[in-house]
Nanobody
Framework: QVQPVESGGGLVQTGGSLRLSCAAS????????MGWFRQAPGKGREYVAA????????NYADSVKGRFTISRDNAKNTMYLQMNSLKPEDTAVYYC??????????????WGRGTQVTVSS
């Protein structure tokens, strides 16, 4: 199982950028397709982006397409989310998890603590 630790969040102004990291323990990190999810205050957790185990296939939610870029470094057991042109509606706690299926559902029931992203208007 992959145990993730998310980092890199913070407070930025509208239009700013942040780079999130997901450091995963476990030697099998490179075996999994991975994804980013987020949860805004008072809302359910939603899918943001996914990357295949090799990094060859990427997918994004429509709300972030063209602004966010997902990547991974299997040698470092780390996945990234570069977030540009941030909007107040991007404010949320961001989480990572392995994913499966065509709808990129989270694979594991356990989640890390997440990292808070706050975008001020």
């Amino acid at each position: 199982q992959v145990q993730p630790v998310e980092s890199g969040g913070g407070l930025v102004q509208t239009g700013g950028s942040l780079r999130l990291s997901c450091a995963a323990s476990g030697r099998t990190f490179s075996n999994y397709d991975m994804g980013w999810f987020r949860q805004a205050p008072g809302k359910g957790r939603e899918y943001v982006a996914a990357i295949s185990w090799s990094g060859g296939r990427l997918n994004y939610a429509d709300s972030v397409k063209g602004r966010f870029t997902i990547s991974r470094d299997n040698a470092k057991n780390t996945m990234y989310l570069q977030m540009n042109s941030l909007k107040p509606e991007d404010t949320a706690v961001y989480y990572c998890n392995a994913v499966y299926g065509s709808s990129y559902r989270p694979l594991f029931n356990s989640w890390g603590r997440g990292t808070q992203v706050t975008v001020s208007s």
